[in-house]
């Protein structure tokens, strides 16, 4: 596996992409027990986070890792450490691995050039996401058939791509799979340089439809980012913009990395509808992590020699 680096996908192969999914896998299916025991993994998370912290401890934990967590509440952030001194001390204090998520886009780039323990993006700022991206690949290609189902399927990134993480690493990730994408977002909702993407913009969900999609992937509505009003009014923007059961009538699938605003970007009765994938994203998240951290700890080619 070339993949040494999980601070983005942007430089991942198809293949790369491929080796994570199927270690993914055999972590799923029980064929690597204590791929890291002796390890120690240290979650460093400086944002709120339910699934993403959760999968990873688990991911760990399960793996047979040491773990320990930090916050920005309970160290000695809150007393106004820096970031690079933060992650300098984990490594001393023997950490295999920093993952780390944090409010500002370079973060974890930054934090890599302090360490030598590998540091995995947890999600910086509106920077990157790419274990969501892993993981989103996983719950696809388990729906669809395999990895190579998803090649020429069309998926949709449906909302505040402005402010999204996920979707600068879910757009990269799904085109290197061989996926069409298209964006579909009021233009308040877009980076002033989209069109450098070359993706096509549709102007609603309907349109996506047209379009034939086959995969509608739902960002949050993220107001945390949003430094002034970027929509008229959410009762609009969940008209043109929502998922309801009609748009599912074609067999076309959902998708949404969480924490989903109900009644804005889904509807609530849509959320666990047979056709969302929500649930198998969260359940992807334990296996596809264990694979990344056993990558990362370079683990995963110890217990395959
Ligand atoms: C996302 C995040 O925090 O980047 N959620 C997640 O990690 N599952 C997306 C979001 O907050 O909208």
Redesign the pocket.
């Known amino acids: 596996m070339e993949i040494k680096s999980f601070l983005t996908l942007e430089d991942a192969s198809r293949e790369d992409l491929r080796a994570v999914l199927d270690l993914a896998r055999a972590h799923a299916d029980g064929r690597m027990p204590g791929a890291l025991a002796g390890k120690t993994v240290c979650l460093a998370f400086f944002e709120p ?1 339910t ?2 912290a959760v999968s990873f401890e688990l991911a760990a934990k399960r793996s047979g890792a040491d773990v320990i967590s930090l916050s920005d509440k309970g160290s000695a952030i809150a007393k106004g450490e820096s970031l690079i001194d933060t992650v300098v001390t984990l490594d001393r204090l023997g950490a295999d691995a920093v993952v780390l998520r944090h409010p500002a886009a370079g973060a974890a780039a930054l934090a890599s050039r302090h360490t030598s323990a590998p540091v995995i993006n947890a ?1 910086d700022g509106c920077g990157q ?1 790419p274990t ?1 991206a892993l993981l989103d690949l996983y719950a696809m290609s388990e729906a669809l058939g395999g990895f190579d189902e998803l090649a020429g399927r069309r998926v949709a990134i449906v909302g505040d791509v402005l402010h ?3 979707a600068r690493s879910v757009i990269p990730a799904f085109k290197r799979a061989g996926m069409e994408v298209a964006l579909v977002a009021p233009r308040t909702l877009l980076p002033p340089n989209v069109e450098a993407w070359g993706l096509p913009i549709l102007p609603t969900l309907d349109d996506a439809l047209d379009w034939r999609a086959e995969v509608l992937y739902m ?2 509505l ?1 107001k945390e980012r949003m430094t002034g009003a970027r929509v008229p009014s959410v009762g609009e923007y969940a008209r043109y913009y929502g998922v309801a059961r009609r748009h599912l009538q074609s067999g076309v699938l959902v998708m949404h ?3 989903v605003n109900r009644g804005v970007e889904i509807s609530g009765d849509v959320v666990l509808d047979p056709g969302s994938l929500i649930p198998d994203q969260v359940a992807a998240g334990v296996c596809v992590r264990s694979a990344v951290l056993s990558v990362a700890t370079g683990s995963a080619y110890e217990v395959a020699a």
Do not use: I
């Open positions: 986070s699934r993403t999600g996401h969501q999204s993480r996920v960002l949050r993220q990395p969480g924490p």
